[in-house]
C-alpha cells in the first residue's frame, strides 16, 4: 500500500489535526512541506493539489483530499479497524460525533480563526492587531466553551464517553489560543472544558504533532 502524503506545515492548524488523526490511527504518511510563509500554498504545484490554496492536502494512491475536517473523516472511516476509533461504533455514536464535529466547524472556528489572525497573523503581516475584534470573537467562544462546559459535566468528551473526531478537531486551535495568544483562561476557568482539555492535549498524538514543530 502507498504511504499517505500530506503536503502542508506542522505549525498549520488544519495541517496538525490531520497529523494527530494519521498518528490516532496509527497510518504511515510522508509529510511534504508546504510553507505559507513563502507563498508556496499559491504556486501552481500546490494549486494542483488544492484550488483553493489552503494547506492541507493529501494523496492516497489516485485520491487527493484537501479540507480538514473531511480529510479526517476519510481516514478514520478507511482506516476504522486500526488505532483509535474516532467515530463511535454504533449509527447514534456516529451521530453525535458529527453533530458536535459540526459545532466546531459552525460555532468555534469561525471566532478562534479571527482571534488568531489579529493575535498571530496581523503583526508577522505587519499590521496591527484589533483588539475590538479579538475581544468581540472572544465573547463569542465564551458563549460556545459555556455549552461545552454544561455538556463536559455530563460525558468526559463532547459527543460522549469515547475520544473523537469532535474532540480532535479542538486540538490545534485550543492549543494556540492557550499558548501563543496567552487566552488560556476562558479555557482554565470553565471546570470541566479545563479538564477535558488536559486530557485531550496529553494525548501522544498530540504531542508527537508538537515534537514535529519543533524539529
Same mark, same amino acid.
Given at each position: 500500500?502507498?504511504?499517505?502524503?500530506? %503536503?502542508?506545515?506542522? /505549525?498549520?492548524? *488544519?495541517? $496538525? /489535526?490531520?497529523?494527530?488523526?494519521? !498518528?490516532?490511527?496509527?497510518?504511515?504518511?510522508?509529510?511534504?512541506?508546504? #510553507?505559507?510563509?513563502?507563498? +508556496? !500554498?499559491? =504556486?501552481?504545484?500546490?494549486?494542483?493539489?488544492?484550488?483553493?490554496?489552503? &494547506?492541507? *492536502?493529501?494523496? #492516497?494512491? #489516485?485520491?487527493?483530499?484537501?479540507?480538514? @475536517?473531511?480529510?479526517?473523516?476519510?481516514? *478514520?472511516?478507511?482506516? +476504522?479497524? =486500526?488505532?483509535?476509533?474516532?467515530?463511535?461504533?454504533?449509527?447514534?455514536?456516529?451521530?453525535?460525533?458529527e453533530?458536535?464535529?459540526? &459545532?466546531?466547524?459552525?460555532?468555534?472556528?469561525?471566532?478562534?480563526?479571527?482571534?488568531?489572525?489579529?493575535?498571530?497573523?496581523?503583526?508577522?503581516?505587519?499590521? +496591527?492587531?484589533?483588539?475590538?475584534?479579538?475581544?468581540?470573537?472572544? +465573547?463569542?467562544?465564551?458563549?460556545?466553551?459555556? /455549552?461545552?462546559? #454544561?455538556?463536559?459535566?455530563?460525558?468526559?468528551?463532547?459527543?460522549?464517553?469515547?475520544? $473523537?473526531?469532535?474532540d480532535l478537531? %479542538?486540538?490545534? $486551535?485550543?492549543?494556540?489560543?492557550?499558548?501563543?495568544?496567552?487566552?488560556?483562561?476562558?479555557?482554565?476557568?470553565?471546570?470541566?472544558?479545563?479538564?477535558?482539555?488536559?486530557?485531550?492535549?496529553? @494525548?501522544?498524538?498530540?504531542?508527537?504533532?508538537?515534537?514535529? @514543530?519543533?524539529?
Amino acid at each position: 500500500m502507498a504511504t499517505i502524503k500530506v %503536503h502542508g506545515t506542522p /505549525v498549520s492548524t *488544519a495541517t $496538525s /489535526v490531520v497529523l494527530a488523526c494519521l !498518528h490516532e490511527k496509527q497510518i504511515e504518511y510522508e509529510l511534504v512541506p508546504v #510553507d505559507p510563509f513563502k507563498g +508556496e !500554498h499559491k =504556486q501552481p504545484p500546490f494549486l494542483a493539489l488544492n484550488p483553493f490554496g489552503l &494547506v492541507p *492536502a493529501i494523496q #492516497d494512491g #489516485d485520491l487527493t483530499l484537501f479540507e480538514s @475536517r473531511a480529510i479526517i473523516k476519510y481516514l *478514520a472511516k478507511k482506516y +476504522e479497524s =486500526q488505532g483509535s476509533n474516532l467515530l463511535g461504533s454504533t449509527f447514534v455514536e456516529e451521530t453525535l460525533v458529527e453533530q458536535w464535529s459540526q &459545532v466546531e466547524a459552525q460555532s468555534f472556528s469561525g471566532p478562534y480563526n479571527a482571534v488568531v489572525t489579529q493575535i498571530m497573523v496581523m503583526p508577522i503581516m505587519g499590521g +496591527e492587531t484589533d483588539e475590538g475584534v479579538v475581544e468581540s470573537n472572544l +465573547e463569542k467562544l465564551k458563549k460556545v466553551l459555556d /455549552v461545552y462546559e #454544561d455538556k463536559l459535566s455530563k460525558t468526559k468528551y463532547l459527543a460522549g464517553n469515547s475520544f $473523537s473526531l469532535a474532540d480532535l478537531q %479542538h486540538l490545534a $486551535s485550543i492549543n494556540y489560543l492557550v499558548n501563543a495568544c496567552g487566552k488560556g483562561e476562558i479555557i482554565t476557568s470553565r471546570k470541566f472544558v479545563s479538564a477535558w482539555w488536559e486530557d485531550i492535549s496529553s @494525548r501522544p498524538s498530540w504531542k508527537k504533532v508538537l515534537d514535529m @514543530r519543533k524539529s
